[in-house]
């Protein structure tokens, strides 16, 4: 007896299995600092949990709408339409448990065997394995530091076949931190237009940038009626657990998603959407902790690129420090097995990461602070 074909398709995620072995460090009496997951140590605001609490008291435990409770998708259309300058409606978002989720449902609906799909790499592990898994070729097109980590959009059209079908941006970027300029957007958006791509665009970083400005590819000309956003509330508000998530696409592609809820999951839980209303009734609280990753960056990042044989360019966006290391996979093992700090070797995130170490800035100060000490001392430093 075997399981399907697809299954042997998809990849893992490298940060969950470097997770799994810091784990198994500490059961047997290490000291590790964990700094392979994307895990705000930040806890949503005390009214979101207390929303949370009240829904389960009042009951609101049961299945409920499929797309998601209708005063959290008007809730979410109004915070996109505020925040990102979009142009949406409630009939435009779909609520599913978790971005992941999403971004796999939104890739079962428009990838047929054949397809192919451009993806960032480095990027999201999950991007080429879903493609893979859909029967489609995942095809890589790179950020590179020679390129300041933008997409290229000369590789792009040389990378692109009359079988693309879907293009795949993720600024933020995680691991690089990349936030993507306005001309690469512009270009990558004419592209879409001229060859009829979809475009999925992966903005659960969206809130956590720096000195830039965030645009979504949504707002410019005529790219909403081909353009999927991927966000949650996972990462802009500290509730990662919760597993909340939703998509933003025209109404087609709503629908579609709609069917695969009522075939797989039927709806996200209705206590978690209730105290999500209440997030996005908090905008001061995602302020204040992107006012706090900063300062962690400005030490973490600005520290790693001090330390000889380690170079970190301060990210624009979200909260990993994306650092060159010589023997990145040799320097990743040692950290962790000997010093007790948890990175990820870069080729988790495809082969053009092969020289780096992607570190989350994400925890607390403290532990950033004793992470460096540790990291100069296995760097002999
Ligand atoms: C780029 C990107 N997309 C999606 C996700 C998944 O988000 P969620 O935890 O809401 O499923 C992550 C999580 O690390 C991510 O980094």
Redo the contacts with the bound molecule.
Sequence with gaps: MRVAQRIGLLTGEG?LEVYARAKELERAGRSVIHLE??EPDFHPAPQVLEAGRTAIAHGRDRYCASRGLPELRTAIAGYLIQTRALTCGAENVLVAS??????FLAMMALIEPGDEVLYPEP??P?YPSVARCFGARPVAHRLLEANDFQPDLDEIVRLATPRTKVLIL?SP??PTGTVYSPQTLAGLARLARERDWWVIS?E??ARIVYEKTFTSIATLDGMAERTII?D????SFAM?GW???YAVAPLAVIEALDKLVMNTFTCASEFVQVAAIEAIAQPRAVETMVAEYRRRRDVFAVGLDEIPGIRCRLPEG?FYAWARVANAEAVQRKLLEAAGVAAIHGLAFGASGVDYLRFSFAGASSELEEALRRIRCTMNV
């Excluded at 949650?232 to 990462?235: D, E, M, N, T, V």
């Design positions: 940060a997951l994307g978790g971005c992941k989720l999403a971004l990027g999201f999950i993720c970027n995680n992966d659960i970083y991927i949650g509330f996972s990462k990662t597993r909340l998530g979200a």
